[in-house]
Nanobody, 125 residues
Framework: QVQLVESGGGLVQAGGSLRLSCAAS????????MGWFRQAPGKEREFAAA????????SYADSVKGRFTISRDKAKNTVYLQMSSLKPEDTALYYC??????????????????WGQGTQVTVSS
Protein backbone atom coordinates (compact mmCIF):
# COMPACT_ATOMS: atom_id res chain seq x y z
CA GLN A 1 0.00 0.00 0.00
CA VAL A 2 1.42 3.36 -1.05
CA GLN A 3 1.85 5.85 1.77
CA LEU A 4 2.77 9.50 1.39
CA VAL A 5 3.64 11.60 4.41
CA GLU A 6 4.23 15.33 4.06
CA SER A 7 6.19 17.53 6.43
CA GLY A 8 7.86 20.92 6.50
CA GLY A 9 4.89 23.27 6.50
CA GLY A 10 4.64 26.24 8.80
CA LEU A 11 4.22 29.98 9.16
CA VAL A 12 6.54 32.23 7.18
CA GLN A 13 6.63 35.90 6.27
CA ALA A 14 6.10 37.06 2.72
CA GLY A 15 9.33 36.80 0.77
CA GLY A 16 10.53 33.88 2.86
CA SER A 17 11.24 30.26 2.00
CA LEU A 18 10.12 26.81 3.07
CA ARG A 19 10.97 23.29 1.96
CA LEU A 20 8.27 20.66 2.01
CA SER A 21 9.11 16.96 2.09
CA CYS A 22 7.06 13.95 1.08
CA ALA A 23 8.23 10.57 2.34
CA ALA A 24 6.93 7.85 0.03
CA SER A 25 6.71 4.16 0.91
CA UNK A 26 4.94 0.95 0.02
CA UNK A 27 6.49 0.17 -3.34
CA UNK A 28 9.10 1.29 -5.83
CA UNK A 29 8.07 4.41 -7.72
CA UNK A 30 9.76 3.81 -11.02
CA UNK A 31 7.47 5.12 -13.75
CA UNK A 32 5.40 7.20 -11.36
CA UNK A 33 4.76 10.92 -11.46
CA MET A 34 4.93 12.64 -8.10
CA GLY A 35 3.07 15.88 -7.67
CA TRP A 36 2.40 18.67 -5.25
CA PHE A 37 -1.06 20.18 -5.11
CA ARG A 38 -2.47 22.86 -2.85
CA GLN A 39 -5.86 23.88 -1.56
CA ALA A 40 -6.74 27.23 -0.04
CA PRO A 41 -9.89 27.65 2.08
CA GLY A 42 -12.97 27.81 -0.10
CA LYS A 43 -11.06 26.98 -3.26
CA GLU A 44 -10.50 23.94 -5.44
CA ARG A 45 -7.38 21.83 -5.02
CA GLU A 46 -4.92 23.01 -7.66
CA PHE A 47 -1.76 21.71 -9.24
CA ALA A 48 1.55 23.24 -8.20
CA ALA A 49 4.34 21.02 -9.54
CA ALA A 50 5.14 17.50 -10.69
CA UNK A 51 8.19 15.38 -11.41
CA UNK A 52 8.86 12.15 -13.23
CA UNK A 53 10.31 9.78 -10.62
CA UNK A 54 12.39 7.90 -13.17
CA UNK A 55 13.88 10.66 -15.33
CA UNK A 56 13.42 13.78 -13.19
CA UNK A 57 11.63 15.98 -15.69
CA UNK A 58 9.41 18.60 -14.10
CA SER A 59 6.39 20.77 -14.72
CA TYR A 60 5.00 23.77 -12.83
CA ALA A 61 1.88 25.84 -12.59
CA ASP A 62 2.38 29.34 -13.95
CA SER A 63 1.61 30.77 -10.51
CA VAL A 64 4.69 29.12 -8.96
CA LYS A 65 7.08 28.92 -11.89
CA GLY A 66 10.42 30.52 -11.06
CA ARG A 67 9.72 30.44 -7.31
CA PHE A 68 9.14 26.76 -6.53
CA THR A 69 11.39 23.82 -7.34
CA ILE A 70 10.35 20.18 -7.17
CA SER A 71 12.96 17.45 -6.78
CA ARG A 72 13.26 13.86 -5.65
CA ASP A 73 15.84 11.78 -3.84
CA LYS A 74 15.55 8.19 -5.00
CA ALA A 75 17.77 6.85 -2.23
CA LYS A 76 15.53 8.39 0.42
CA ASN A 77 12.25 7.81 -1.45
CA THR A 78 11.43 11.45 -0.82
CA VAL A 79 10.02 14.25 -2.94
CA TYR A 80 10.72 17.87 -2.08
CA LEU A 81 9.13 21.19 -2.87
CA GLN A 82 11.47 24.11 -2.31
CA MET A 83 9.41 27.28 -2.10
CA SER A 84 10.94 30.74 -2.20
CA SER A 85 9.70 34.32 -2.60
CA LEU A 86 6.54 33.19 -0.88
CA LYS A 87 3.42 35.33 -1.15
CA PRO A 88 0.29 35.46 1.02
CA GLU A 89 -1.63 33.87 -1.85
CA ASP A 90 0.57 30.76 -1.50
CA THR A 91 -1.19 30.08 1.80
CA ALA A 92 -2.83 26.65 1.50
CA LEU A 93 -2.81 23.05 2.60
CA TYR A 94 -0.16 21.37 0.45
CA TYR A 95 -0.61 17.76 -0.62
CA CYS A 96 1.82 15.25 -2.07
CA UNK A 97 0.35 12.85 -4.63
CA UNK A 98 1.45 9.90 -6.76
CA UNK A 99 0.32 8.95 -10.26
CA UNK A 100 1.20 5.35 -11.24
CA UNK A 101 0.96 6.19 -14.95
CA UNK A 102 3.67 8.83 -14.82
CA UNK A 103 1.75 11.76 -16.27
CA UNK A 104 4.12 14.40 -14.90
CA UNK A 105 3.23 16.82 -17.71
CA UNK A 106 -0.55 16.74 -17.10
CA UNK A 107 -1.64 18.96 -14.18
CA UNK A 108 -4.87 17.13 -13.36
CA UNK A 109 -5.59 15.92 -9.86
CA UNK A 110 -7.85 13.10 -11.05
CA UNK A 111 -4.81 11.33 -12.54
CA UNK A 112 -3.28 10.91 -9.08
CA UNK A 113 -4.31 7.78 -7.19
CA UNK A 114 -2.48 8.29 -3.92
CA TRP A 115 -2.50 11.29 -1.60
CA GLY A 116 -0.89 12.35 1.62
CA GLN A 117 -2.68 14.03 4.51
CA GLY A 118 -1.35 17.50 3.70
CA THR A 119 0.85 20.04 5.43
CA GLN A 120 -0.23 23.62 6.11
CA VAL A 121 1.70 26.55 4.70
CA THR A 122 0.75 30.02 5.92
CA VAL A 123 2.40 33.13 4.50
CA SER A 124 1.88 36.34 6.44
CA SER A 125 2.03 39.77 4.79
Amino acid sequence: QVQLVESGGGLVQAGGSLRLSCAASGRTFSGYAMGWFRQAPGKEREFAAAISWSIGTTSYADSVKGRFTISRDKAKNTVYLQMSSLKPEDTALYYCAADPDGNWYMPMKNLYDYWGQGTQVTVSS
